[in-house]
T-cell receptor
């Protein structure tokens, strides 16, 4: 199965809170899991990515948690800021194959 | 590093005309480039994958004769929408995979096409 299921569809968080977005996949051949951030009218920007040999990767306020056995991975945004308000897409790929994108999560951070 | 540009950023054309969109990797060589289409509030839909010097591979349901893709060099790919119709109006985004980095894809800023 090539699908990547993403939830929630939308998320509202107060400034300073933690934003959590979840993704699940079926294809065990996937071995690259990036997260992209997209602002309205702009192209997606690579935020952070993880390979399945580690369970967590942190870059600044952004952390990916990866659960290989459950075939799930999530993005945590700590100390969420209004400037983080955007649409976030998870994705997955195997080897050098194409990226399979999740459906996106619209995050709104209120001051 | 890893900057991808697109030109134009927006274009309005009349029904029946053709439009060319350019995608360039500015500071790296891209062995593979991808073209996506995105409708409002939806995810990215892959249209085709192109490798430098070879024919593009189109996703199922994408008309090859309508969306012509040329990957002329390691830094340039073009998408030509031929005989455009209003239903072709969309946000078109390209991405590029760096030579030697088999996984990472870097996206351009997108091109808004409106067909009147």
């Amino acid at each position: 199965q090539q699908q990547v299921k993403q939830s929630p569809q939308s998320l509202i968080v107060q400034k300073g809170g933690i934003s959590i977005i979840n993704c699940a996949y079926e294809n065990t051949a996937f071995d690259y899991f990036p997260w992209y951030q997209q602002f309205p009218g702009k192209g997606p920007a690579l935020l952070i990515a993880i390979r399945p040999d580690v369970s967590e990767k942190k870059e600044g306020r952004f952390t990916i948690s990866f659960n290989k056995s459950a075939k799930q991975f999530s993005l945590h945004i700590m100390d969420s800021q209004p400037g983080d308000s955007a649409t976030y897409f998870c994705a997955a790929s195997s080897n050098t194959d194409k990226l399979i994108f999740g459906t996106g999560t619209r995050l709104q951070v209120f001051p | 590093g890893a900057v991808v540009s697109q030109h134009p950023s927006w274009v309005i054309c009349k029904s029946g005309t053709s439009v060319k969109i350019e995608c360039r990797s500015l500071d790296f060589q891209a062995t593979t480039m991808f073209w996506y289409r995105q409708f409002p509030k939806q995810s990215l839909m892959l249209m085709a994958t192109s490798n430098e010097g070879s024919k593009a591979t189109y996703e199922q349901g994408v008309e090859k004769d309508k969306f012509l893709i040329n990957h002329a060099s390691l830094t340039l790919s073009t998408l030509t929408v031929t005989s455009a119709h209003p239903e072709d109006s969309s946000f078109y985004i390209c991405s590029a995979r760096r030579q030697g980095f088999s996984y990472e894809q870097y996206f351009g800023p997108g091109t808004r096409l409106t067909v009147t």
